[in-house]
């Protein structure tokens, strides 16, 4: 089968898609400029930081105690590379598509740029930054002019910013809103630019794959799901999104 031919089959599937989710990772963002983490050229290629410490040691909710400037650093650069980059034509795709539910493991803030509105931050935001000792909550702002570490006005405490660290639990409310959807059931499930590492990524697609619900990959690597899906693209999810959810509206979904 030609890849216009399959572009057609999903598409079609989504047009008569009433419940469809969008697992999405790094990868998606990769055509706003964002690097991914564990894919060829990721950020943690390299695997380590200026004094030799690996990075998941560094984005740790252990090391954001012990030495919270080296966590901030990470989190500052990470932070600002962000604030320079835009939805793409992949997050642009998703947001058109009617009843869509993303679960994105990306802290970018991208989907609901782009307009999508039921989107499940599994790994938290770099919206906003709150103590973390007492409950003092504000608008990260500017990231740029932030210092390293920021301190809550109120305590002296360090701030933080609502994402997950290496090493610390999934944020509650996303877990409990992630369970629901699951229980209410998908009718087509698309994992895009994750590696799957995860397994809370990995379960909603070996879930559809089980109950004969239709899976669509797109990802340039082989995944730990790969082996699952009904549909395995290797291109580039800002080139193929569009052709699949424009040719699902040709078709009245
Ligand atoms: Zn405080």
Not at 112 to 124: C, F, N, P, T
Not at 169 to 186: C, D, I, M, Q
Not at 194 to 212: D, K, M, N, R
Request: net charge negative; with cysteine; proline share 7%.
């Amino acid at each position: 089968m030609t890849e216009t031919h399959i572009l057609e089959e999903i598409a079609e599937l989504l047009a008569a898609s009433r419940r469809p989710l969008f697992i999405t990772g790094a990868g998606i963002s990769a055509a706003s400029g964002l690097p991914t983490y564990r894919g060829t050229g990721g950020l943690y290629a390299d695997g380590v930081n200026e004094e030799g410490l690996p990075y998941e040691e560094v984005l740790s909710g252990h090391m954001l105690q012990a030495r919270p400037e080296l966590t901030w650093r990470e989190l500052a650069r990470m932070a600002c590379r962000l604030a320079h980059a835009r939805a793409n034509a992949a997050h642009r795709a998703i947001a058109e598509v009617p009843h869509a539910v993303v679960l994105t493991q990306n802290v970018d803030g991208l989907h609901l740029e782009a307009g999508s509105r039921k989107v499940i931050e599994i790994h938290g935001n770099l919206r906003e930054l709150h103590c973390t000792t007492c409950t003092h909550t504000r608008p990260a702002g500017d990231w740029e002019r932030l210092p390293i570490p920021p301190l809550c006005p109120q305590c002296g405490a360090v701030l933080r910013p609502g994402v997950v660290l290496f090493g610390e639990p999934l944020p509650r409310l996303a877990v409990e809103w992630l369970e629901e959807e699951l229980a209410r059931g998908f009718d087509l499930v698309f994992s895009i630019g994750t590696t799957s590492l995860f397994p809370y990524i990995a379960e909603p697609v070996a879930l559809a794959a089980s109950a004969g619900v239709p899976t669509v990959e797109i990802n340039p690597e082989r995944t730990a799901v790969s082996h699952l899906v009904d549909y395995r693209l290797r291109g580039d999810a800002a080139a193929l999104l569009p052709r699949i959810v424009a040719g699902a509206g040709a078709r009245g979904g």
